[in-house]
DNA sequence: TTTCTTTGATTGACGAGTCAATAAAAACCA
DNA sequence: TGGTTTTTATTGACTCGTCAATCAAAGAAA
């Protein structure tokens, strides 16, 4: 049974199914043996794997975010112009994908453990600055210097929103919640002369 | 000892506790008997008054969302006119008790548990909608018909804001904080004349 | 005495992380 | 090629610790 290069595939799958028993049960409470059994892998493995469960559940949230961040950019490529390309990141954060309850709560369970945890605060940075950059470069032309707060509360509205679609009733509306940021990014785009 | 009316007196030392205890641990992850040590009592105690560890962050939370609702009151009424009205809001969402690293952290695990707890889930849409008829009441005679989506955006950046500066490195900047909401009201009340 | 208060002790259970031991593939060697 | 060693994969069993919840019983006021 023991083939080799298991390790990518062992990790791949322990992340996968981090996220998923998280999703069903809400919280960082899933003891290693649920995620592990999910996998198909004896806890043991787990651990000898990742070390632990809060460096599995940090690499869950890094794959996450990667896959983010890849949403992005497909949505980046096809955009032309600032308003296209503000809507292009706007509309990535709110993805179907998104809003499936395993991934919100992956994100909630991460913002509580970004409190104390440096490896999840350092990784909840670069999330931070990298919707900031895009956002500051779609916004930086027609905006000039006022790039920098604009992407700053588009970023912040865009968390907000997300937390409210996530946590309201029914199921979560991807396309009110991009109007509801847009509204506001449109907004400055319309008065943009600088 | 045991004098007549312990009951009150024990139920607002578990609630203090807990948040004090959750403040310091970042995590709903706190034992019931660290909450009921620090309240100075056993953790029987805790558990006759409250039943279970859930209804004891509850009722914790409950407290306060109920401290921030006469926090948003007392600024309201010394404030005169639409603009004031919204800033008074805005204010008291970001005083610096609830930049608190204890009120911080209720809140964030207080989202994790509205995931799956209806109790906790009721009380959030308690705070969504005082939220929003605050800001629909301040916003209601400059905007007309408008108010109700400039409040519900402004809703969500506070809560998107509030997120960020206490996530963010360095100590929660109240006064940028309104700033950034208020960036946006100010620019909704300005364009005004629906 | 009745009622409210309080806790020590207990139950019954679960969990993270470790370790020694097994299994099998690959690498080495003759 | 056949045999042997090394490396990687894998887990069952175990340690040590924890915890939520219960209960019977005791202390004290009404």
Chains 1, 2 share one sequence.
Not at 75 to 95: I, K, Q
Not at 97 to 107: I, K
Not at 179 to 192: D, I, T
Request: charged letters at 25%; one cysteine or more; aromatic letters at 8%.
């Amino acid at each position: 049974m023991p083939k080799l290069g298991m390790e990518p595939i062992r990790r791949e799958a322990l992340v996968k199914a981090t996220i998923a028993e998280i999703g069903e049960h809400g919280t960082l409470g899933v003891t290693v043996s649920q995620i592990a059994r999910r996998a198909g892998m004896s806890s043991a493995l787990a651990h000898h794997y990742f070390g632990g469960k809060e460096q599995i559940f940090v690499a869950a949230m890094r794959y996450t975010m990667g896959v983010y961040a890849a949403e992005v950019r497909g949505a980046l490529v096809m955009a032309t112009g600032p308003a296209e390309r503000v809507e292009a990141v706007v509309r990535a954060s709110f993805s179907p994908r998104n809003f499936r309850a395993d991934t919100v709560a992956a994100w909630l369970n991460f913002y509580v453990l970004a409190q104390v945890s440096d490896e999840a605060r350092r990784l909840l940075d670069i999330y931070h600055r990298r919707i900031r950059s895009n956002l500051c470069h779609a916004l930086r032309d027609p905006l000039g210097a006022r790039a920098w707060p604009v992407a700053e509360r588009v970023a912040a509205l865009i968390d907000g929103v997300y937390l409210r679609q996530s946590l309201g009733h029914g199921t979560p509306d991807g396309d009110a919640a991009v109007e509801q940021v847009m509204g506001y990014a449109r907004l400055e785009l319309e008065r943009a002369p600088t």
